[in-house]
């Protein structure tokens, strides 16, 4: 693999890692945390949505964002050649 | 058959099965020994990640201490989120990089990447310290989930955990140790999971306990919600809303924080996932460990919120379908005769749980009494002053301490006796104005006739524990929440004892002491490393300095401000050197470790801490445990630092880390 298309598949993996860094963080300690008073009349069932995304939400978005992670990097493994 | 032959068998069945798979699963290579040949099933190893990583404080304690918070269980949402959070930034930034770079430890990646054995050895000490801690707590967890169900002394249950972790951790290694783990899950998750089906059916009338959560309060028709219900019943008592906010937004960032970099920068987790076949399979497999870590972690809030409802309504009957003050509190005959009742009998003789019928009205009143705290505590010692004084003067026991024969001495009044009496009097008067202007549920405490808070002891692991007993399921499930504690503190324990003991044979003796050490001799070394590994934690474990629960606090502050730093840098950077990951690390270390230290004591040596422990004397208002992120900060701010003005890596570092950011070229995987 060229230096050049080493550091381009490099770049497309800090993208991709950043952008879920972002939800990861916003869902969080945004939503879970940092937002809770402002979002507390907004209600997911019987929970306010801070306190849904502190207890459950913010587990399931973690869970998606790593499958989801996974998935995007076997594709880009693939466009650059780099799969096994 | 009683109670105690079903644990037993039940227990025993496991243990069995465990044993059973350790024969099926020995290592014969140091690549089964460290690694499980890496030849383990992404599904199966998030599995056993799953077990490895819920020990008995997430099995036992957690859903306890959100239940039981003084503060509101939202506040601890902090465990929730930072437990689970840190497989992100496994996933992201870690496992697969770890494992193309295709060895068997965490030193020595640090050794290799910082082309240092120095880095290497720091690297081997911060592990050892985080393990060893770590590993503590859950040779106690070992002891004390066998002395509640098995019948047996809290020393005499470790012992019996240490030989059983012998027996698969020696014999098959890592190997032997993921397998087990993988049967160890499924008891543990099934244990947890259907106690909390019941209890959220009986409460919310829903399946799943993660709606049982956010779903209506069956009992009353579930027009309300069980969480309004909860905060309704909880705040007319006296106590915080159970979904109050933080008082501190900031330390809760940063504990939660702290949690997430710590869970991704423990040595046990990072290993397991030197075990897949591929990088892809790194990257899915922290995905698969984290379902199987959520599905105990979405419900253990539900468990928390229903359980402290549950302990409610039991003690305040009439709370079940109106306010707490709407009927009276339980009575001590209830308790004494009411087979449904006969749990709290049952965990009273265990000590976990404590009432005492303060007001001598038959019955038992559970409240929040932080209120009356202070005028009652005023009014003991002054009484106890008075009486002691009594005492010394030579007087027989007055039956009121207010009258003029308790400061009578040989027909006089005595001066010294009289200026205690007056502060008596004077406490008595407090006492009683606070008594009525203390309310609860619009009811002064004098209206009312409490004198303070009943249930004087519930301890967190009660709500766990007690929980199949108190939805009244059947023996079977009792022992299997039993054989479920053990599986996951054994499982824990199991991990960090080859973290530790492949840190002892590949980092320590074949890296720096004997590198022409055969592979044979190797896999006997380890052997042998786990087993002192395993000695070493059982005598702490006997022997836990200071507070076991607390050192815990270290072994996350650590990982956070010592290996994740290091490690993320270690990939992410080209121009992190040697001197700079040493200096780094240890900063990290002595910086993390001595904010701890100030306010839990010096080595956790009762009695040597600078400052109390409360919000007030905190730093920012940052707690010993969420230290971690600063340490962890300063780690990073160091390491650049320090590499600004030193000699950049060498080309063949470089080209290193080129090769692990590809996933093409991992090591072949080996059948077994």
Redesign the interface.
Known sequence: MSDKSASAYWAANVRVIIISLVIWFACSFGLGIILRPALSGIMVGGADLGFWFAQNGSIYVFLVLIFAYAKIMNGIDRDFGVEE | MDQFTLNLLVVGATFALYIGIAIWARAGTTAEFYAAGQGVHPILNGMATGADWMSAASFISMAGIIAMSSAG??VQ?AY??GW??G??LL???LA?YLRKFGKFTVPEFIGDRFYSSGARLVAVICLIVISVTYVIGQMRGVGVTFSRFLEVSTDTGLYIGAAIVFAYAVLGGMKGITYTQVAQYVVLIIAYTIPAIFISLSLTGSFLP??G????YAPTGGDV????KLDGLLTELGFTAY?A??TN?FN??LF??SLMIGTAGLPHVIIRFFTVP???DA??S??WA??FI?LL??VA?AVGAMARLNLTTTFWPGATTGNALSGEAIAISDIDTNPNLSWINTWRDTGLLAYSDRNGDGRIQYFNDAPLTAVNTAVATATTALNDARTAAGLAAATDLTSADAITVNGAVDANLQTLQTALVAARTAQAARFAEVTYGGRTVADLGWVGNELTRVDNDIMVLANPEIAQLPGWVIALVAAGGLAAALSTAAGLLLAISSAISHDLIKGTLNPNISEKNELLAARISMTFAIAVATYLGLNPPGFAAQVVALAFGLAAATIFPALMMGI?SKTVTKEGAIAGMLVGLVFTAVYIFLYLGWFFIPGTAVYANTAANHFFGISPLSIGTVGAAVNFVVAYAVSAVTKAPPQNVKDLI?SI??????GKAQAH
């Open positions: 269980g939202y949402s929730l989120m689970t959070g497989y992100v996933a992201l930034l697969p993660q709606l959560l956010i779903g209506g919600s069980m969480l309004a979904t906010d933080t937004m809760m960032i939660t924080m591929k990088v892809a990257r899915s922290a995905g984290l379902v959520a972690y979405t809030p992410f080129e950011r590809v996933p093409k070229g991992a």
